[in-house]
């Protein structure tokens, strides 16, 4: 079976904690690598997105690679500013699947530009699709409203209502919609009032083999926490919907009401570039809330050394006001780390309260400063949690997942291999 992945707006080998780089970009890499593991030949298809990919292929894995395609200026570009490039992305698709003979089983796109040209590649080869949204434009826009977030008025209505349309158009034509979690069902029934019946829900996985318990003192010291000091961790992009804010007015009531907590912890921001204008904006902050003694900004980091940061810190935070699923949680589980999280869609699916770690009600920064103050206080506790957490994420292994997949993949295929007309 050979299945062909668009990732059109990322790059999956892309550095995360960046701009549109995160659980997605984990997601593609790690499932396009476990399904060439079982025999499947998977190409990747994303847009060149500085000038050393231009025509670039690489071999990401055992029968996987990832091919850079044009779709704009190599630089990178806002998701809207993406949109008008899309035609020059399918033809350029189009060609290198034509001029190379290749045929294809599976069109598995991700995100709403890339389900745009898996619509119009259906439609020249008579491949099924697989879609995967990651998050929703609906649900975006619901959130935003409630908070009256500042991006929201920076993202123009007509751009808004574009990827809206195409989302809808996608869930009309693709043949299976890939849901992570049954929050995310509902809401594409509930929002878009997609077909029912093309619904699977499938989590994301986890790579339990290098997500995996260690050496606590030891991954303490590579990190570099004093002895005295315990670390709690944020991990992500840096973006408003990411609850930033909310954990900043927590560590505020901490200082205030439980001072001798305050005073021997360190929060890591890990994600974004220590020099982008969003980090300095979150410097200035917490140097006016008085939180520079605790919180420090490391910048995104290398794939290979966040295990060392699970491992290193009592909780994994997450006051996210949106999360389609959160896979950095369910790497922090696999670590054994407990997560103290916003229950809002997949977390609220894939934290379980007082089994992996703890719920808080979104934007409730007194309730995330009780649970902080509460879990640091609990070393046995904490314990216990990570201890659940690792048997929980173990469900969630890749190889598993990849299965999962793969049985989908096949109700789509019965009929004999559809090659690509000259």
Not at 124 to 137: A, D, S, Y
Not at 194 to 221: C, L, M, W, Y
Not at 225 to 232: N, Q, S, T, V
Request: include cysteine; glycine fraction near 6%; charge should be neutral.
């Amino acid at each position: 079976m050979r299945v062909a992945i668009i990732s059109l707006h990322t790059s999956p080998i892309a550095p995360l904690g960046g701009k549109k780089t995160g659980g997605m970009n984990v997601y593609v890499r790690e499932i396009s690598r476990f399904l060439g593991r079982t025999g499947l030949h998977v190409d990747i298809f994303t847009r060149e997105d500085t000038p050393t990919n231009v025509g670039k292929q690489v071999n990401i894995d055992e029968n996987t690679r990832l091919i850079y395609l044009p779709a704009g200026p190599p630089q990178y570009l806002d998701t809207g500013a993406i949109y008008p490039y899309l035609t020059t992305f399918q033809d350029a698709m189009f060609q290198f699947i034509t001029q190379n003979h290749l045929c294809y089983d599976i069109l598995f796109s991700h995100y709403w530009l890339s389900g745009w040209v898996a619509l119009q590649l259906k439609d020249k080869f008579q491949i099924p699709i697989v879609q995967m949204f990651h998050t929703l434009g609906r649900m975006k826009d619901r959130i935003a409203e409630e908070e009256q977030l500042e991006h929201q008025a920076i993202i123009p209505l007509k751009e808004r209502n574009i990827r809206v349309a195409v989302e809808s158009k996608i869930m009309q034509h693709a043949d299976i919609l890939l849901a992570a979690t049954p929050a995310e069902r509902i809401q594409l029934l509930w929002l878009y009032r997609a077909d029912r019946r093309k619904i699977h829900i499938i989590p994301p996985g986890v790579d339990t083999e290098h997500f995996s318990p260690k050496n606590r003192q030891k991954a303490r010291q590579i990190v570099g926490i004093p002895h005295d000091k315990k670390l709690l961790l944020f991990v992500g992009r840096i973006e408003p919907l990411k609850g930033i804010h909310t954990l900043f007015d927590a560590f505020v009531l901490l200082k205030q009401n439980y001072p001798a907590d305050a005073e021997k912890i360190i929060l890591h921001v890990v994600g974004g570039d220590v020099q982008e204008e969003a980090i300095e904006q979150l410097k200035q902050q917490s140097h006016s809330l008085n939180l520079q003694d605790i919180i420090q900004f490391v910048g995104a980091q290398p794939h290979d050394k966040l295990p060392n940061y699970y491992n290193a810190a009592e909780a994994l935070i997450m006051p996210s006001d949106y999360e389609s699923f959160g896979m950095v949680a369910l790497e922090a589980m696999a670590c054994g780390t407990p997560v103290i999280a916003s229950q809002v869609g997949g977390l609220a699916f894939l934290i379980q309260d007082e089994l992996t770690g703890r719920h808080v009600p979104v934007r409730d920064p007194i309730a995330l400063a009780n649970a902080i103050h509460t879990l640091l206080n609990a070393p046995e506790q904490r314990e216990k949690l990570g201890q659940q957490a690792r048997n929980v994420a173990l469900n969630y292994a890749w190889p598993i997942i990849a299965q999962k997949l793969i049985a989908i993949f096949k109700t789509l295929t019965n009929t004999p291999l559809l090659c690509c007309k000259d």
